[in-house]
């Protein structure tokens, strides 16, 4: 909630870069800073507490902060001492891997996707984020996945989830297939059957049924 409130008072990046070393790293503290910050302003958006304009600059400071920690995210994911990233848990090498993330659907939903590919591309994948909408098709089809995560909209179905896991299937037969479940959003059910696997905030992963039953 700090942090959040340090957004819509409109402090710069430089006022919140401390909290990356007292957290211990930078996947840290987005899931337990960052994410949390995006899912409040996302909650009082939709309850029409926040303007777009406010929006607006709570995505530029957070992006800014992005492009600020890139280098640091990046040498945290070679270092060798480092916990099991994401991609390496679920049975993914990494470099080469090819990563589309979906369903960008509002600024801070691309905020939150950002988020995860620097936490990807440090593993040395590269990665694409892409919103909900048709041209996505066509975007995809040119990228060539190897992986795709789904990151749900706010309000988003289990019947919508398993529907765009058919469809990832279809169009990649052989590309792993896994549902991003942020920190703190209290519905594990979001990673239905047929992922292989959840990304769980920025820095985990785990078999959907082991998210569901820690849910």
Known sequence: ARLYDRLLAGHPFSDMAAGISEAGGVPDYYNRTVIPALMLAQADHEAGLLSDRQIARI????????????????????????????????????????????????????????????????????????????????????????????APPGGATRQTLAWQIRQMRRMFPAARVLVAVWPGDGDAAKAPEGADYALVGAAAAAPPKAVAAAG
Request: charge should be negative.
């Open 59 to 150: 995505s530029h400071a957070l992006g800014l902060m992005l492009e600020e920690t890139e280098e640091e995210a990046e040498a945290e994911g070679e270092d060798a001492d480092r916990p099991a990233a994401p991609l390496a848990i679920a049975g993914l090498a990494g470099a080469g891997e090819r990563v589309a993330i979906l369903n960008a659907r509002t600024p801070l939903d691309a905020l939150a996707a950002r988020i995860l590919a620097q936490m990807l591309r440090a593993e040395g994948a590269e990665t694409v984020v892409l919103p909900n909408h048709a041209a996505m098709l066509s975007r995809l089809r040119q990228f060539q996945p190897t992986a795709a995560v789904i």
